[in-house]
């Protein structure tokens, strides 16, 4: 363990990314309710104008036109746009995909069986005759079979299963996705409320070849372009604690990343393990013109793993990601919360977070012992050359953490702004700690992550 | 031109160019979409009743038919008829 603050080169001076636009949490929503409400209510209006349906018939036309629309709004959600990465937050819009995923799931099935159900009703065969009519027509096999994968991705997905699956194995199952989505595309532009109707259909596929240009963009060519023009390759593997390293990396003109102490990248590190996956890591340090840091603990098989990364790999950061950065701040006056590993972005943040003469800034750091501490000597070091102040809170005890603890802590707890990053269980109890102390909730900027 | 700018306008030029691919392909894709729903519903069956010789009535027109007057076709060089002609 070293007592230097961050590295040779110094921090970097570039604030963030200027003029960057960014969509926000209501907007997005905004124009995600107004488009589910356009896409569901345009079966209606043609039933109403058509020939009669069956209740069941009308449900299936309804349920099909969203399921397609929510699948839009789903890679839209992971497509790692800066906009809405900045906006919203990575956190939230993992949380919205998996929500808006539910909803999909559910709503293609309900329009399969639907739409059979219907098809049965008005041709007076059973169930199963009916089903095997339906998938003789055209395009619907290529369509059943999308919908077949997206269940086997979905059912991955569901809790159980996950903690059952290593990551990787989970990652490859979810880009099933894709291919089903490909899959049902000619199904979607063949259907009865898009047929008839040129502009629709030209619209429909329009939405569905941006969308698809918006993930080739920022999942497949800024990441390598930025490989190309960063080149970063790692140069050191330094032991922080018990089965927790901190890796540096090395790269040129990463000062055009714009990246911010608080924010992540994915990192791809080009191994014959680890080159199929991008983990997400928070930056430990503050970047510099030259270096990027980030610290991993020994989670789960890919994060034990990189314990042992070889001096020299090549790397592949997708990023920066994250809105929990300085420029949410608010206040004069700072606290800092971490519990455990979550102190990799307090701690660069508690080194770069602009503090001007009379403010004040609090790290609080949660540890069960003093052994699980990182960074001890770093922490100590900034906040003497800050002027800052750092807490160690030791043992099991979370009294310190409560409504009452805080308080005595930093009074003006009211007053200032909060940034948090620990497990959930630690955070979702000073979440609760910090609202009976009385702290506004837009005063807390936090990104929860559960990997 | 500084390397910023020069990064900026490359940049757009490759959104320039995905962008215009995406919309050549949405558009070629919603073009060649079909006319026709292979997945139509079939329409409400209706119960018709036999054809039944008594109950098939003789259709009087409501108005006299009147019989139509050949159009004549128009002479080389000459003029058409005309209403008052007749």
């Not at chain 1, 590295?7 to 488009?35: C, E, K, N, Y």
């Not at chain 1, 979810?174 to 000619?186: D, E, I, K, P």
């Not at chain 2, 020069?6 to 919309?23: I, M, Q």
Request: hydrophobic share 50%.
């Amino acid at each position: 363990m070293t007592d230097t603050i961050g590295h040779a080169a110094p921090p970097m001076v570039q604030g963030p990314r200027t003029g960057a636009r960014v969509i926000d949490r209501s907007t997005a929503l905004t124009a995600l309710w107004f488009g589910a409400l356009v896409v569901g209510t345009w079966p209606l209006v043609l039933a109403a104008a058509g020939p009669q349906l069956p209740l069941v018939g009308m449900v299936a036309h309804v349920a099909g036109m969203l399921a397609g629309y929510g699948v839009l709004v789903l890679l839209v959600l992971m497509a790692r746009s800066p906009a809405l990465e900045r906006g919203i937050g990575a956190d939230v819009l993992a949380r919205w995909h998996s929500l808006a995923g539910r909803w999909v799931v559910t709503l293609v099935l309900v329009h399969a069986v639907g739409a059979i159900a219907a098809w049965a009703e008005l041709t007076g065969v059973g169930f199963l005759l009916g089903s095997w009519q339906v998938l003789g027509m055209p395009a619907m096999p290529a369509a059943a079979a999308g919908t077949v994968l997206m269940l086997i991705a979905a059912a991955a997905s569901v809790r159980a299963a996950r903690k059952k699956l290593k990551h990787e194995t989970w990652h490859a199952l979810h880009l099933l996705m894709y291919l089903s989505v490909a899959l049902g595309f000619a199904h979607m532009l063949a259907g009865p409320d898009l047929v008839g109707h040129r502009v629709l259909q030209i619209g429909w596929a329009l939405a569905y070849t941006y969308v698809a240009a918006l993930l080739l963009q920022h999942r497949v060519l800024t990441p390598l372009r930025q490989a190309a023009r960063h080149r970063l390759r790692v140069v050191e593997v330094r032991e922080e604690g018990p089965g927790v390293v901190s890796i540096l990396v090395e790269g040129h003109h990463l000062h055009e990343l714009h990246a911010e102490p608080g924010q992540f990248f994915r990192w791809r590190f080009l191994t014959p393990d680890h080159w199929g996956n991008a983990h997400p890591f928070s930056l430990s340090a503050a970047p510099t013109a030259t270096t990027l840091r980030l610290t991993v603990k020994a989670l789960g098989d890919g994060s034990r793993n990189l314990q042992a990364l070889p001096v020299g790999t090549w790397v592949i950061a997708e990023g920066p990601f994250g809105a929990v950065t300085s420029a949410r701040r608010t206040h004069r006056n700072v606290l800092l919360i971490a519990g455990g590993v979550g102190i990799t972005p307090m701690r660069a943040l508690f080194e770069a977070l602009p503090l001007a003469p009379g403010e004040d800034l609090l790290l609080l750091y949660r540890a069960r012992t003093p052994d699980e501490l990182l960074f001890r000597h770093e922490l100590d070091a900034i906040a003497a050359q800050r002027g800052a102040r750092v807490g160690y809170l030791l043992g099991p005890d979370r009294e310190p953490l409560s409504a009452g603890g805080l308080r005595r802590m930093v009074p003006d707890i009211a007053e200032r702004d909060v940034y948090m990053c620990g497990s959930p269980g630690l955070t979702d109890a000073v979440r609760r700690s910090l609202r009976e102390a009385g702290l506004p909730p837009e005063q807390l900027h936090e990104e929860r992550f559960a990997f | 031109m500084s390397g910023r700018h020069a990064g900026l306008s490359t940049t757009g030029r490759r959104s320039f160019a995905l962008l215009s691919g995406a919309t050549v392909l949405g558009l070629w894709f919603g073009l060649r979409a079909p006319d026709v729903t292979p997945v139509a519903l079939p329409p409400a069956a209706v119960q018709v009743q036999p054809a039944d010789q008594a109950s098939v009535a003789p259709v009087v027109p409501v108005t006299p038919v009147v019989p139509v007057t050949p159009i004549v076709p128009r002479q080389a060089g000459g003029r058409g008829p005309r209403g008052g002609d007749r």
